[in-house]
């Protein structure tokens, strides 16, 4: 019989997802489990690990937005975004790496390529693409580490919620500040570029920004409503960064690979990032 979040406490569900990251381990579905465990219990799981961290010493430096690219929906099951925490012990410039991520305390690894916005100001619930571009301070193009502590990346999107919105890892290229004469320029262009992924100088997968909620922008916006009806979590605050979703599908990842990027109609270089 399935337990439900009353006989369940979140502190448990807490525990158990805290252990596993540690151990590197995975386990069965929450949702599967206990059936009180849809995304509003999974978000309030969300805000217990924030605290958990933080008081281990982790800070919170921004989030990052899940399931924005809607040709990926029907292969994990989940149509709809999410999103989850990202911390100073999880982020990273790919300048100051070398380029280079360990692998070893991942599970089921994935990468994504991304669009990373900083922010200047807090967003608010209401404003539109062209009022929350204001709020933006520089855009970077980074990669994501994904992981499942879920076998074969099967689960519901609560299970996703509470799993840390399946982040790893986010290595982040150079940012490119934004100029109030050049909102003109990235209103246009961010919701058009293109992106090719190659691993191993092969292409494996052409992106378009347009697939991701119609662009990062659009990302961001839906992630502000989001937070705006989210008893558990805070708004976002200035100084933090937000990750907007993969441009392409997200591929596993073996120790001695290297993926790259090429991106056109943004002026932003593409990265590179060797695997061990």
Same mark, same amino acid.
């Given at each position: 019989?399935?337990?439900? *979040?009353? @006989?369940?406490?979140?502190? /448990? #569900?807490?525990? %158990?997802?805290?252990?596993? $990251?540690? =151990? ?78 360990? *692998?070893? @305390?991942?599970?089921?690894? /994935? #990468?994504?390529? %991304?669009?990373?916005?900083? $922010?200047? =100001? ?85 992106? /378009? ?7 990062? $922008?659009? =990302? ?57």
């Amino acid at each position: 019989m399935n337990d439900t *979040l009353p @006989s369940l406490p979140v502190d /448990r #569900i807490t525990e %158990e997802l805290l252990s596993a $990251l540690g =151990a590197h381990r995975q386990i069965s579905s929450l949702s599967a489990r206990f059936s009180g465990l849809d995304l509003d219990a999974a978000y309030e799981v969300t805000a217990a690990i924030r605290r958990r961290r933080e008081a281990r010493g982790e800070r919170v430096i921004g989030r990052k937005i899940g399931f924005t690219n809607r040709t990926i929906w029907p292969e994990y099951n989940v149509y709809a975004p999410i999103w989850g925490y990202v911390y100073d012990t999880t982020v990273q410039d790919l300048s100051e790496c070398g380029g280079f991520c360990e *692998l070893q @305390s991942f599970v089921e690894p /994935r #990468i994504e390529p %991304e669009i990373v916005f900083g $922010l200047r =100001a807090a967003p608010r619930a209401g404003m539109d693409e062209r009022a929350l571009l204001s709020c933006i301070d520089w855009v970077a193009h980074g990669f994501e580490i994904v992981q499942s502590l879920f076998a074969n990346w099967k689960f519901s999107a609560p299970d996703t919620v509470a799993a840390f919105g399946l982040h790893g890892a986010s290595l982040i290229g150079p940012r490119r500040f934004i100029s109030e004469d050049e909102h003109d320029f990235w209103f246009c262009a961010l919701p058009a570029f293109k992106i090719d992924l190659l691993r191993d100088d092969l292409v494996v997968d052409h992106g /378009r920004a347009a697939s991701v909620l119609n662009g990062p $922008l659009s =990302a961001f916006r839906h992630l502000v409503e989001l937070l705006a009806g989210n008893p558990h979590n805070p708004p976002l605050r200035a100084g933090e960064i937000v990750s907007t979703g993969t441009l392409t599908r997200a591929f596993s990842v073996e120790a001695g690979e290297t993926w790259h990027t090429v991106i056109t109609g943004l002026p932003l270089d593409g990265i590179s990032l060797r695997l061990g």
